[in-house]
């Protein structure tokens, strides 16, 4: 009995280790199970959220937001304001208190201390933001302030493109004048989606939508128990699928924006976790210790939404994601047949008459993660063998002709570019081996030199012609 209790445990670790080993993941992904599959999908999220330093990450954000929440509100409360002009101001004043109620719960839990309420920390902050709003509204502020803030605004967004593009692995930022329409449309919108998702079911606005629904009593009580959630998730799902400087499909971007949004309810729902810091900061700091508070719930509230967009990441990529590690664990040789892969296959597509393919595309043609994919293009085009297209999609594209470019200039630029070759000792055997090795490399490169980006290509068709022509043979025959 007992002897089997011991191989049952060591199987278990077995079990364990094999799921939590990257090495042979990417060989061992059509071998295992659904469930195992599930689990090890999991298991690479969170190896990836940790190595994108998503928490330092998460850091940076909410002290960025701290300066710009102030502003984006205002332009959202302007636009609710629109909506919701019946109500006066008191509306607008209860669903900020909504935001500040799901962004920093912890505020709820502030206990009594020096005469203090425990209500007070988020009613505090409430009003301040309040009234921060209502000067930027009347022009108290003066321009300059009013353009320092916007800048403040624009500038968390920038911040969050990088953070999300440094998610997807993409490098190159959209141009400026892109960016400021597409931030503008998020000022504009996203604060109003929130505020109206939260305040959802509190808002008299829909009063007559929430009295028609009301004739079905369990029927209304479910929707809008979850609409709030349906609406923040939503409202995150565009923001993955639009602020990555890349194309994200709207299903992954759904799975990632409905993870954000269950973990944002679920810290709401579990803000009790909170109890021992905020009793702590109530008594070092008093009444400032809202301060602390709510910067530890924007903190949290950065966390899910860069874990949803590494879900995000991960759903879209789920084919490959198993195989990120071996992007990692590709060895010079590996790289550089990697590189005669994609340019090969841009060569083709380009052949063909057919537009730039993106890096996407390019990654799933060839049968690469994405991510080994971008760093080699990145390589290729810092080379200029390589040109980035500008577009509705990003996509890349040989930048010579085909017979200009040949095997050994792909090849050198995966040898030569990111580093350095060192001298060592300066001893005779230094020259020897210098010898030798140049030697190598002399013949190496005639052969790769004689054989042009023109010839793979071109060999490459009539290889699919010819497979083309058989199985059609085949076909006749049968």
Known sequence: ???????????????????????????????????????????????????????????????????????????????????????????????????????????????????????????????????????????????????????????MLRTIELTFNDIWGVTRRRPIAVSVVQYWAVITLGPLILVLALGLTSSPYLAKTMSILNQWPLLSAFLFSLMPFFLLSFGFSLFYQFMPNTQVQFSAAVIGGFTAGFLWELNSLLNTLYASKVVTYSKIYGGLGMVPIFLLGIYFSWVFLLFGAQVAYAYQNREAYLQEKQAGAVNQAGREFVALRLMTFLGIRFQQGEPPPSPAQISKAVGVPTRLATQILAQLAQAGLVVETIGKQPGFSPARPLDKISCADIINVLRTSGGFVPETAPDPVRQVVRGGLEKIQRAEQTVAAETTLLSLVTAALQQAQAGDTSTAQQAQKC
Not at 101 to 129: C, H, M, N, W
């Open 1 to 155: 009995m007992a002897e089997n209790s011991k191989l049952r445990l060591e199987h278990l670790k077995h079990e364990a280790e094999n799921l939590l080993r990257e090495e042979d993941a990417w060989r061992l992904a059509e071998k295992q199970s659904p469930g195992k599959r599930f689990l090890h999908f999991w298991v690479m999220v969170f190896r990836h959220f940790i190595r994108n330093r998503c928490l330092i990450r998460a850091s940076a954000l909410a002290y960025t937001t701290m300066l710009a929440l102030v502003p984006m509100l205002a332009v959202g409360a302007s636009v609710a304001v629109s909506l919701l002009k019946k109500q006066g101001e008191k509306p607008i004043r209860e669903l900020i208190d909504k935001v500040v109620a799901y962004a920093a719960p912890a505020l709820d839990l502030q206990v009594k201390t020096d005469g203090i309420d425990g209500g007070f920390g988020r009613e505090r902050v409430v009003s301040e933001i309040t009234n921060y709003i209502q000067n930027i509204s009347s022009g108290a502020i003066g321009v300059t302030g009013m353009i320092a803030l916007i800048l403040a605004a624009i500038q």
